[in-house]
Nanobody, 125 residues
């Protein structure tokens, strides 16, 4: 399984970015997906997750109402639309997926087995 995150960059506070995660190596539509982030000197934290079908989503309180997770199973891609960005959103963002197919949404990083390389998001004031 390979995951490739992209779309990060430098943006001013209040701006928007759209992250993408391209998956390969297995049937994408069977697996839950998630986004996590890690800021310097901080623990990796949950951002958003989406079910295998895309019908269920979950968000961290800190991004609820500003970020939107989605997926396109035909393209083997997952997205994270980030709006109203704040300085505290600055981090490396990772996409991840569990080893097992189907199942409910997972918000704990310990429930994910495969991780992308990360993409840097920097929000300036």
């Amino acid at each position: 399984v390979q995951l490739q995150a992209s779309g990060g960059g430098l943006v001013q506070a209040g701006g928007s970015l759209r992250l993408s995660c391209a998956a390969s190596g297995r049937t994408f539509s069977m697996y839950r997906m998630g986004w996590f982030r890690q800021a310097p000197e901080k623990e990796r934290e949950f951002v958003a997750a989406i079910s295998w079908s895309g019908g269920e989503t979950a968000y961290a309180d800190s991004v609820q109402g500003r970020f939107a997770i989605s997926r396109d199973n035909a393209k083997n891609k997952m997205y994270l639309q980030m709006n109203s960005l704040k300085r505290e959103d600055t981090a490396v963002y990772y996409c991840a997926t569990p080893r097992l197919a189907y199942g409910g949404i997972v918000t704990d990083s310990r429930g994910y087995d495969y991780w992308g390389q990360g993409t840097q998001v920097t929000v300036s004031s």
